[in-house]
């Protein structure tokens, strides 16, 4: 089976010549190519959004979808990947997890250089 062709679109008329496009010519007339647009910065800038010098050491996920079993999953940079699946193993994750952000040789360096 073929797909029937096309009829051309209204007011186009196909050409067998086809021309890639070029680069404008420069305002100033020497005939040199336009890089971008006038009033486009050329560089990315940096950001601009300054932060405090912290950033995420340990990650807490919970899952617990309505009528299903619970998850929890504690994730921390220095080394800690713990997982636990049920309803009463959650909950001892989540309190484990609590814990650990006060012995966590990570976290006590940063807290202790903020006081």
Not at 4 to 14: A, D, I, M, N, S
Not at 28 to 33: D, E, L, N, Q, V
Not at 41 to 59: E, K, M, N, S
Not at 71 to 88: D, E, K, M, V
Request: glycine share 8%; proline share 12%; hydrophobic share 35%.
């Amino acid at each position: 089976m073929t797909t029937p062709p096309r009829p051309p679109l209204e007011g186009h008329r196909p050409t067998s010549r086809l021309r890639l496009a070029e680069p404008a010519p420069a305002v100033s007339g020497s005939g040199a190519p336009k890089v971008v647009a006038e009033g486009v910065p050329a560089a990315v800038r940096p950001d601009q959004q300054t932060g405090d010098g912290r950033y995420p050491i340990a990650w807490l996920t919970i899952t617990a979808p309505r009528g299903a079993t619970p998850t929890a999953t504690s994730i921390c940079q220095c080394g800690r990947n713990l997982f636990a699946a049920g309803h009463h193993k959650a909950l001892a994750l989540i309190a484990d997890h609590t814990y650990h952000k006060t012995r966590c040789p990570l976290r006590a360096d940063q807290e202790g250089a903020a006081a």
